[in-house]
């Protein structure tokens, strides 16, 4: 039973850079409802750069 207000999802996603965007390709393809969340915290936030660029 959904409440008023409330939204159903066919899956929930934890972690919106790679890996989770990719494992959201294939349901996102099948039309399914993702729901992605993300607390902007990637691991590779202490180097903005790399690589020498
Ligand atoms: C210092 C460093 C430098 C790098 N440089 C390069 C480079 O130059 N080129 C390259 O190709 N790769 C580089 N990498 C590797 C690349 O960053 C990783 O392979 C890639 O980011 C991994 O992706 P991921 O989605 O698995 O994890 P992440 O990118 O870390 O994403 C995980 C996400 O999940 C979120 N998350 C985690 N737990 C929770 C939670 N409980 N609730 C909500 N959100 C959550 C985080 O905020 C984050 O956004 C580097 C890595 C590091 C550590």
């Given at each position: 039973?959904?409440?008023?207000?409330?939204?159903?999802?066919?899956?929930?996603?934890?972690?919106?850079?790679?890996?989770?965007?990719?494992?959201?390709t294939a349901p996102g393809r099948a039309l399914k409802k993702v729901l992605i969340i993300d607390d902007g915290k990637p691991c590779n936030r202490q180097t903005p750069c790399s690589a020498g660029k």
């Open positions: 039973m959904i409440m008023p207000g409330e939204k159903k999802f066919d899956m929930i996603i934890v972690g919106g850079s790679y890996s989770g965007l990719a494992a959201a």
